[in-house]
């Protein structure tokens, strides 16, 4: 099993441009999850899905995010335009039978924005 | 307002030792609690889950305790090595939320020393 893959692993861009990370979750999983983590807030919940449906993205900062789930093997999550403040490593988990399972988290992708 | 407490500070421990952390949580209401290990660069890893109805969950050298009533879990690691060393996060999912989404404390970086 490769567990969840995650791309790019870095990211450097400027202000103002478009980030586009992606996600395929373990196959077979039918609950895919968003979150971001940086050293002030920790890690945070942006947006999941179930049967890649979105159920909760309250925790999407704002319109400038958004994330798609266009079939069960593969999930964009969308930054535009990007700022300064959107660093962070991105987290991409999955699981199956609920949420309250325990989740597999991918590797990650850390995002600079210059 | 709702927090979820580890200790900040790391916790450094010799090997063989037991090594305990400590995550407290005000006003949620946890159906279910679980632990993650995380390494430096890399996701967390699901450990251990625990709900509200159970007292003590345990899986080889690890045991985890769930008290509602002090609203607190403790999070045991027996005979401690220094592989064990990483940062430790809870989360819950709180049973008065309609979705269930997973809350994250900010962990605590234990250093088990040869």
């Known amino acids: 099993d490769a567990g969840v893959i995650q791309s790019p692993r870095h990211e450097v861009t400027e202000m103002g441009q478009e980030v586009t990370l992606r996600c395929k979750p373990i196959?077979?999983?039918?609950?895919l999850f968003w979150y971001r983590q940086t050293m002030m807030r920790g890690l945070e919940l942006l947006i999941y899905?179930?049967?890649?449906?979105?159920?909760?993205d309250s925790g999407m900062p704002e319109d400038r995010f958004s994330a798609k789930m266009p079939n069960a093997s593969f999930s964009t999550l969308k930054i535009q335009p990007s700022e300064p403040r959107d660093s962070a490593v991105y987290f991409c988990?999955?699981?199956?039978?609920?949420?309250?399972?325990?989740?597999?988290f991918g590797p990650g992708t850390r995002l600079t924005v210059l | 307002s709702q927090k979820i407490e580890q200790n900040s500070e790391a916790l450094n421990i010799q090997e063989g030792k037991t090594a305990t952390l400590t995550c407290n949580y005000t006003?949620?209401?946890?159906?279910?609690l679980q632990w993650y290990r995380q390494d430096p660069g890399r996701g967390p890893v699901f450990l251990l889950l625990?709900?509200?109805?159970?007292k003590e969950k345990r899986k080889e050298r690890l045991k985890v305790t769930f008290d509602t009533t002090l609203k607190q879990s403790l999070f045991h690691i027996t005979a401690s090595q220094p592989a064990d060393s990483a940062t430790y996060l809870c989360?819950?999912?709180?049973?008065?939320?309609?979705?269930?989404?997973?809350?994250f404390g900010q962990g605590t970086t234990l250093q088990v020393k040869p």
């Open positions: 988990a999955s699981t199956w039978g609920g949420i309250r399972s325990g989740q597999f």
């Open positions: 196959s077979g999983h039918d609950y």
């Open positions: 899905f179930n049967n890649n449906v979105p159920i909760d």
């Open positions: 006003n949620y209401s946890p159906a279910y």
């Open positions: 625990i709900r509200e109805n159970e």
């Open positions: 989360a819950l999912v709180d049973g008065s939320s309609n979705t269930g989404k997973l809350i």
